[in-house]
Nanobody
Framework: QVHLVESGGGLVQAGGSLTLSCVAS????????MGWYRQAPGKQRELVAR???????NYADSVKGRFTISRDNAKNTVYLQMNNLKPEDTAVYYC???????????WGKGTLVTVSS
């Protein structure tokens, strides 16, 4: 069983920064893509950023230039550095581990980010 635990959410003013962390309990972390998703009230969950095992990244257009995803395979941890936060970034942020070989996705329980105007 794989467990993902997010941390780092909180309340921040517009223009501020936060860094989210997600620690995976299993070593398969290092072999597979990781992602951050978010879900705002009344909206569907959406991809924010994704990073492959080799370090290639892609971002949602709405966060390009403001957010940076990175990973530390030695620590089984993926990060999301969020700068210049906007009220529309307010959401619950979820960590995702995608394991194509098992056709399985693992999810954390989420961490709430609230950006005040």
């Amino acid at each position: 069983q794989v467990h993902l635990v997010e941390s780092g959410g909180g309340l921040v003013q517009a223009g501020g920064s936060l860094t989210l962390s997600c620690v995976a309990s299993a070593s398969i972390f290092s072999l597979n893509p990781m992602g951050w998703y978010r879900q705002a009230p009344g909206k569907q969950r959406e991809l924010v950023a994704r990073i492959t095992s080799g370090g290639s990244t892609n971002y949602a257009d709405s966060v390009k230039g403001r957010f940076t995803i990175s990973r530390d395979n030695a620590k089984n941890t993926v990060y999301l550095q969020m700068n210049n936060l906007k009220p529309e970034d307010t959401a619950v942020y979820y960590c995702n581990l995608n394991v194509p070989s098992l056709a399985t996705d693992y999810w954390g329980k989420g961490t709430l980010v609230t950006v005040s105007s």
